[in-house]
């Protein structure tokens, strides 16, 4: 049997079946860790956190919870040992296994690269060598799962591990984590098991190479038209995606190397054979054998091409030699001419300029290049100065590339001028520029000493006094706008060579909502043309689903688009590009969702990373195959990281959103949000070098989200420029701890002149430079700690509850100890009598205080009572303002738990899509109820269960009263159109009325008959 059969297919077979089926085949069992640590062993944790948690594989089961606080340290693990030693006999050996399962919690969408590697030690074993658990032992091969809250089955055969061998006894073994994580995870059910025989699931199979399951793909005559079609291609006009029609177009291609041959490093390999019987070669070989062609990129799902060139003409116009540049494996003999690829591909092109090391390559320490225009640590990927020479070069590198790709005649949707940058150098050239920045804006050292807190005596001390934090936080800001400058100069240079086409910047995940190093995206943001989302769409918030039904405030809160919606409020109406999207999971279906789920935080196209060949490593053995798959899950076409399967998922997303694309992207889209979330910029800044304070401003954003409430993402300069009074009732301040000095009297403003405004758990107590704040006027308390009681209930009255909310909120914590200034009211108090929300009356408006520690549908209910209460106050119905985007209810007659929903409406085309996905692992149908305008409605359910109808008719009475029965499947996107039946015009605003609430429960009641449309 050959070394893969033995190491990864007994372990593919073996996870795809319980431990505790065919038990009477179990020989022996030397359990280590199952629902708590086993008898007389003790654990030694280093590196991370840990605690038993309940829960685990079973319900009501205990689990080993680790680094659960996010701050593993590299190489942290932890090891048992104790009780009686395990014999290895040769039936050990042949018919043994180390099992565990593990989960990753809530982590899916933190920066990529980020999965959890695992590897073991038996520590007790002379010369005993760490052994990685690779992904082929996981969960039937499919590998780490994207599923936060799953377990997975690790089925490992002891043959794997070199160092055992018969005759030798285990009492200890290490399972410790390669590097490090953010990964928060779980570990339970932890043993060795053996076999009396090896099971005959293990038998029939073990000697079979391990197939794909089969998978097609249309012929390119059967390819859908928005794909066949060069008049669906993506194209740009009035700075969006269209087709040749004008309707809008979605873009998708596959981010690869301008010279495909080449893996991500430039090394090259066209080699065929052998494959390893990794895919089918009749069926899949132009796939992963041949060079992408336009009939190939259309069979595939994709619409575009997405290139990183080759390092050949930069090092040419830099009159450099190879061996000027300190990465070998950059490949810079080949280059065949770029007209050869555009014709072979013909599809319009995303142009990825990114300076990494192993694409345009990195400058040597000696070189042709002078010192001073190079970037000294710590920097990431900017490798030549942003300032002087430096910038001159950054200039060039453009130039040289905007111009051949216009010699070319090529096509050139979209341009990226940087990837994933940070910059924050302290050099002489800054230094002196930042003395000059210093002066400008404190006009004398006084001044800057008095914001600064310190006592500096001269601009070129100020300059170079990294130890004070006003300073540093003033020198990060000196070269974002630096940075900004960069962008805005490169930006209107390329477009000068390629008009037309549109330019941005792509940065690193969570650098939106956490400007620092230089890169402040909200600076960048007005010079990109295309707004460049983060890596992989942008950080989404904690959270996780459930597997089965649960009362609504029991229920928790699964994760939304974070970052993406703030990258939204960025953009306007302007267009949105994920650059690198990473698939996730390793099914058909698990790709389409993917994809699916993150057009849900307005995105207009994205880039599938990686489609480099890696995969075209078939020379170097099977082994050399999965080490990459396992060290680089993310690449699209190495075949035992990403199955072929998985794939095919691309073809099935693009054939859904291309058709009802001019349905659901155009922008502005609707309704206009009556609903402000305000995030402040000096916060996000302060939090940086201040994490004392905790940070639940995404615990309010996912509220809200799944509320359903009818927000926008505003950002505190758009509140200072007077952006609250353009229509918002109301504006939520979510956890602030630091503010910018103009922000507070806008604030006020907005509520004298009639606004509401909810604050939740904090005072906006100081600047970003920790000098205090003056709010007094505008919450009319302070705080000073908390309560001595410990965290109980709230009781909500009925006037103030929403019937999709029901239930009783307890708080996690004792709740903020206000002092209440006289002309302050309590709306709301827990149980010990202690004020949990207040409200304060200024002019024509109020402001609330949230004092309670809430979060999920807890915190949605506590924000609701404060809309019901600022109702009351102005003597108008709840109902009054349609402040939700549609009302989602189960059968229960609750509000719908984790359906993420994105509403975008047209009146004036007679349009209402409703996007929505279910991000509970089991099926639900929920009662779907929107306010529109008066009339009949076509009801089109293009994407998700359509229960056997393609279309039928809804009266906007029968949508309010009774709404509307909807299948969603666990994970997975629907998408809703409503069209006027009539098809005519409407001239109506795009804001609604609030409609009736549902009735309570009506599994019993009578529903509407969804009727065929003629």
């Known amino acids: 049997m050959s070394k893969y059969k033995t190491h990864i297919f007994t372990a593919l077979l073996l996870a795809a079946c319980p431990c505790i089926q065919a038990a009477d085949n179990i020989a022996e069992v030397w359990s280590l860790y199952d629902d708590g640590l086993a008898e007389d062993r003790s654990i030694n944790v280093w ?131 390669m590097r490090d994580t953010k990964l928060p995870f779980g570990i339970d059910d932890l043993k060795l098991i053996r076999f009396n025989e090896l099971p005959q699931w293990y038998l029939k199979n073990a000697n079979q190479d391990y197939k794909q399951p089969d998978v097609e793909w249309p012929t390119a005559d059967e390819v859908n038209p928005f794909l066949q079609s060069r008049d669906h291609w993506p194209r ?38 052998p494959v390893h019987d990794l895919f089918d070669v009749q069926a899949h070989g132009w796939i992963y054998n041949e060079l992408l062609t336009e009939t190939s990129l259309g069979r595939l799902g994709f619409n575009s091409l997405s290139v990183t060139m080759p390092p050949k003409p930069w090092v040419e116009h830099l009159k450099m030699n190879v061996d000027d540049f300190n990465e070998s494996a950059v490949n810079f003999a080949q280059a065949p001419p770029l007209k050869d690829m555009l014709r072979r591909t013909r599809m319009p092109l995303h142009v990825d300029t990114v300076c990494w090391p192993w694409t345009l390559g ?18 990431h ?40 940058p940070a910059y924050l150098p302290e050099t002489e050239d800054h230094h002196l520029e930042f003395e000059t920045w210093l002066e400008e804006r404190y006009h004398t050292i006084r ?112 994760e939304a688009p974070f970052e993406g919606d703030l990258i939204s409020a960025l953009a306007g109406d302007g267009m949105v590009i994920d650059n690198e999207r990473y698939m996730g999971g390793q099914g058909r279906e698990d790709t389409f969702n993917t994809l699916w789920k993150n057009v849900f935080s307005g995105v207009d196209g994205f880039s599938i990373f990686s489609w480099n060949k890696r995969g075209w490593s078939w020379k170097d053995g099977r082994d050399k195959v999965e080490t990459l798959g396992d060290r680089f899950p993310f690449t699209a076409l190495n075949p035992t990281a990403r199955r072929t399967e998985s794939l095919r998922g691309i073809y099935d997303f693009s054939t859904s ?50 509320a359903h409430w009818s927000f926008e993402m505003l950002p505190s300069d758009r509140v200072i420029q007077g952006a609250l009074q353009r229509g918002f009732d109301v504006a939520v301040l979510p956890h602030t701890v630091f503010a910018e000095s103009q922000l507070p009297p806008a604030l006020l403003n907005f509520v004298r002149q009639g606004g509401a405004l909810i604050v939740g758990e904090a005072v906006l107590g100081s600047d970003r430079y920790g000098h205090p704040l003056d709010n007094s006027e505008l ?54 009598g202690n004020p949990v929300l207040t409200r304060h ?85 929920i009662r779907f109820g929107a306010d529109l305008e008066p009339g009949d409605w076509s009801v089109d359910l293009p994407v998700g269960d359509d229960t056997g109808v393609e279309r039928a008719t809804i009266s906007s009475t029968e949508l309010q009263r009774t709404g509307l029965s909807l299948n969603l499947a666990p994970g997975a996107p629907n998408v809703l159109i409503l069209r006027e039946k009539d098809g005519s015009k409407l001239s109506t605003s795009a804001s609604f009325r609030q409609m009736p609430h549902l009735p309570q429960d009506y599994s019993g009641s009578k529903t509407h008959e969804v009727v065929p449309a003629k």
């Open 362 to 379: 990195r400058p040597a320490e000696k070189n042709a290049l002078p010192e001073h225009v190079i970037t000294p640590d710590p920097h």
């Open 841 to 925: 009356a200024i002019g024509n408006g109020h402001v609330y205080f949230q004092a309670a520690d809430l979060v999920g549908y807890q915190l949605a209910k506590i924000m609701e009572a404060a809309l019901r209460d600022r109702a009351k106050q102005k003597g108008v119905s709840p109902e009054d303002k349609n402040f939700r985007l549609a009302d989602i209810r189960d059968h229960k007659g609750q509000l719908a738990g984790n359906v993420l929903l994105s509403r975008r409406s047209y009146p004036e085309r007679g349009i209402h899509a409703f996007l929505l996905m279910n991000f509970d692992r089991y099926p639900k149908t």
């Open 447 to 558: 001044n800057l000493n008095r914001v600064w807190g310190s006592e500096v005596d001269t601009w070129k001390a100020a300059a170079r006094a990294r130890k004070i934090e006003g300073r540093n936080l003033d020198y990060d800001e000196y070269i974002a706008h630096r940075f900004a400058d960069l962008i805005k100069d490169g930006s209107e240079m390329v477009q000068d060579i390629l008009p037309g086409t549109l330019i941005g910047l792509q940065t690193m995940s969570t650098y939106t909502y956490r400007p620092r190093n230089g890169v402040w995206k909200h600076l960048v943001a007005p010079h990109e043309t295309v707004v460049m989302s983060p890596t992989d769409g942008g950080s989404w918030t904690k959270g996780s689903g459930r597997s089965e039904w649960s009362p609504i405030l029991e229920t928790p809160i699964a």
């Open 47 to 177: 590196g991370m956190s840990h605690a038993e948690l309940l829960g685990g594989t079973t319900n009501d089961g205990r689990y080993l919870g680790l680094n659960q606080d996010w701050s593993m340290r590299p190489w942290a693990g932890f090891k048992i040992t104790g009780g009686d030693p395990l014999p290895l006999t040769k039936d050990w050996m042949e018919k043994g296994f180390l099992f565990f399962q593990f989960n990753q919690t809530v982590t899916r969408y933190d920066e990529p690269n980020g999965q959890l590697n695992l590897q073991v030690i038996f520590s007790d074993i002379g010369n005993s060598k760490n052994e990685r658990i690779l992904s082929g032992f996981i969960d039937g091969g499919r590998g780490r799962d994207e599923d936060p809250a799953s377990w997975q089955e690790v089925w490992v055969p002891l043959s794997h591990f070199r160092s055992l061998s018969a005759g030798k006894e285990l009492s200890t073994i290490v399972l410790q984590v």
């Open 779 to 832: 919450l009319g308390l302070t705080l000073s700690g908390r309560t001595d009681h410990a965290a109980d209930t709230i009781q909500v009255p009925d006037a103030l509850s929403a019937p999709s909310l029901p239930g009783v909120i307890r708080s996690r914590l004792p709740a903020l100890d206000l002092k209440l200034s006289e002309d302050v009211e309590v709306v709301l108090r827990d149980n010990h």
């Open 657 to 706: 959103i291309l058709p009802i694309a001019d349905d659901i992207l155009p922008k502005p889209w609707g309704p206009d949000a009556r609903i402000a979330y305000v995030f402040s910029w000096d916060d996000a800044r302060r939090r940086e070098i201040d994490q004392s304070h905790g940070d639940k401003r995404d615990a309010y954003y996912a509220a809200m989200k799944y």
């Open 236 to 273: 740009v006009q009035n700075n969006a995606f269209v087709d040749a029609s004008g309707r809008r177009s979605f873009v998708i291609n596959p981010y690869v190397r301008e010279v495909q041959e080449f893996d991500l490093w430039g090394n090259g390999d066209a080699s065929s054979t």
């Open 381 to 420: 990927w900017v490798h030549y100065k942003i300032i002087g020479d430096g910038k001159q070069l950054w200039m060039d590198l453009w130039r040289t590339y905007a111009e051949r790709y216009a010699e070319a005649g090529a096509n050139v949707l979209t341009f990226e001028l940087m990837n994933e």
